[in-house]
């Protein structure tokens, strides 16, 4: 119990510092910004002390299959640390925030061929965005993107080759899956595999669909987007930590539902195996 309430409590602080880098990496932070971004802050951190506190299962979904959060908690911080870098290269000359400018707008670039996300979010841009600012956006951009596969490869060659989630225990679907009935109606198996796809399929439109609703939403709540780096930074991460979540779960899923396929012909070939011998000693007694 003392180890869960520890880990639970390190879990917290790590939420904290995650969601308040940029505001501690960008300067010029109102002090009325930095209070609602604590409140926010703590308030995550609250929702995770307990869910990873609480012996029953919450809203956290594979709370008991690592690294899955894991790998989501340090792309978001490699996300927000790096883009915020970005977003102050213009102030900043460091040999830190020159690589990191220069590796995300090499991917941009790379990214930047017709009909691609990032071409989406550079066509719409108002009018008028300097230089400056556009060529900011679109390291911002390729960094993301950057970040985003390379966890994406990771989490999938730990289900490959490591057999994620195994960890010489049981899989507990209950804790792991909170939000997923398995006694709701139908096969397990299907539902899980259909559940993934359509965590894979939403994760990779949802590129080409978050810039098109940003903007109009932005356009019709009158937000400035651009006239804050810290929303920029954020609006930047959620573009790609969405896909990445969605993806991660799909793939997640689809996991699950070939491990239970698979422990489920165990079983029946041992059903077989075990029949005839059944019958056999049967009959000779």
Do not use: C
Not at 91 to 117: E, K, M, N, R
Request: net charge positive; proline share 6%.
């Amino acid at each position: 119990m003392f180890t869960r309430l520890v880990g639970a409590l390190v879990r917290a602080i790590m939420i904290v510092v995650v969601i308040l880098t940029p505001s501690l990496l960008i300067p010029g932070t109102g002090a009325e910004g930095a209070k609602m971004l604590t409140l926010v802050a703590l308030a995550f951190a609250m929702v995770v002390m307990f869910e990873y506190g609480a012996k029953f299962p919450g809203l956290i979904e594979f709370r008991d299959a690592p690294p899955f959060n894991r790998i989501r908690i340090i792309s978001l911080f490699l996300m927000l640390f790096g883009l915020s870098v970005i977003s102050v290269s213009d102030q900043d000359g460091s040999t830190l925030t020159v690589v990191i400018f220069a590796l995300g707008f090499l991917v941009g670039h790379a990214l930047d061929f017709p009909y691609s996300p990032l071409r989406l979010i550079l066509d719409h841009l108002p009018e008028g965005v300097d230089a400056t600012t556009a060529a900011q956006i679109q390291a911002m951009a390729g960094l993301s993107v950057l970040i985003t596969l390379l966890s994406l490869f990771l989490f999938a060659a730990l289900v490959r080759l490591e057999h994620w989630p195994h960890r010489g225990s049981a899989f507990n679907v209950w804790i792991n899956l909170p939000t997923f009935d398995p006694t709701a109606g139908g096969d397990v198996v299907k539902r899980l595999n259909r559940d993934g796809r359509v965590n894979v399929i939403f994760g990779i439109f949802a590129p080409f669909v978050i810039p098109v609703v940003s903007v109009m939403s932005a356009n019709q709540l009158q937000v400035p987007v651009l006239g804050s780096p810290q929303t920029m930074v954020w609006a930047v991460t959620i573009w790609m930590l969405l896909p990445l979540s969605l993806i991660m779960r799909g793939q997640a899923m689809l996991r699950i539902a070939r491990m239970i396929r698979a422990r489920r012909a165990r079983l029946v070939a041992g059903i077989e195996v075990d029949g005839p011998r059944t019958a056999l000693s049967s009959s000779a007694a």
